[in-house]
């Protein structure tokens, strides 16, 4: 199944593709040279400390599990694995999460459990911005919010019922299987019991859900701001509430399985969305394609960082080497 999945990715690419053909790129260029990239100076430290907020709360979630660890290592290791997912195919950046961590861990399934409800949080947040702003843009589809609040305690009613009948272990593992590499699934299936048992604790803990609720909105918020403020800098006006509601919905075309990362779905839905209220489909490309690079540029401050990191290391051992007393093994 997995093997035809990947042959759709292709739709996505065409797609692009086409979305090039059809727009004016002088005008995208145009927005380009005339940018005001004090905006963009501007959404740097938001960049970052969206970051910096997620390291917190997957700190806290690791901390849930008895694992302690700095708020900076957190830190590091997210920027690093931005550039570990640049640099691989899949889904390998978030994997190589657990992957720094799983010495601190009994068995690694439970080392992906926080990397799991880390990005769970992330969907959570924008399930909940979309459910709070569409009755506001609701015109835009041809349902209407009574539709859309149906389907939402459809879901939820469905989520309670199977935890009801304990059929968690099977979602789980369904779950696990679908978004982990083939090499890896074999691990996390020895490890099941484990994985399943934590996911569950951090799920049903009240305090963990509340720290980790409390962190995921500024972080969110700054992504929004950091979204704002490139529309800002390429002087293309819309209302920061659209705006919120544009990047929520085309977050989730990375979930559609005809494209890689969402390109080419993620601009036809914002080439939508930019219509609907009078602007142009060049304006809805360049913004969609700068939001695709946030992760590139994260990326960037991973491998640094990385590199300051190798450099750190080797003269910390070679300060070491040299106190070593003369005629003393290494």
Request: proline residues 3%.
């Amino acid at each position: 199944m997995k093997d035809k999945i990947k042959y759709l990715n292709f739709i996505g690419i065409v797609l692009f593709v086409v979305i090039l053909w059809k727009i004016d790129l002088k005008q995208l260029f145009h927005y380009l040279k005339t940018a005001d990239y004090w905006y963009l100076i501007l959404a740097y430290p938001f960049l970052l400390m969206l970051i910096f907020f997620k390291a917190i709360r997957w700190n806290v979630l690791m901390r849930s599990q008895n694992v302690k660890t700095s708020i900076f290592e957190t830190f590091y290791v997210y920027l690093w694995a931005f550039y570990f997912g640049a640099v691989t195919p899949g889904r390998i950046g978030e994997i190589s999460k657990a992957i720094y961590f799983q010495d601190k861990f009994d068995n690694l399934g439970r080392a992906f459990v926080s990397v799991v409800i880390d990005r769970l949080y992330d969907v959570g947040i924008r399930v909940a911005a979309l459910f709070l702003l569409y009755p506001f843009f609701s015109h835009l589809f041809a349902f209407n919010y009574i539709g859309f609040l149906f389907i939402i305690l459809s879901v939820l009613t469905a989520i309670v019922i199977l935890i009801k009948f304990k059929s968690i272990h099977n979602i789980i593992a369904r779950f696990s299987k679908f978004i982990l590499p083939k090499k890896y699934y074999p691990v996390i299936q020895q490890n099941i019991s484990g994985f399943i048992n934590d996911v569950v604790m951090m799920l049903t803990s009240i305090r963990y859900i509340t720290l980790s609720t409390v962190l995921t909105i500024p972080s969110f918020m700054c992504y929004c701001l950091v979204a704002y403020l490139i529309l800002k800098s390429f002087s293309i006006e819309m209302p920061f509430s659209y705006t919120v509601f544009c990047l929520v919905l085309s977050s989730f075309s990375v979930a559609v399985p005809i494209s890689v990362s969402g390109l080419g779905v993620r601009e036809a839905i914002m080439i939508f969305l930019f219509k609907s209220v009078g602007l142009g489909s060049e304006a809805a490309v360049l913004f969609s394609l700068s939001i695709f690079a946030l992760s590139p540029v994260l990326g960037f401050h991973g491998w640094f960082v990385n590199i300051m990191m190798i450099i750190y290391g080797y003269f910390k051992k070679k300060k070491v080497d040299v106190k070593l007393p003369e005629g003393t093994a290494d």
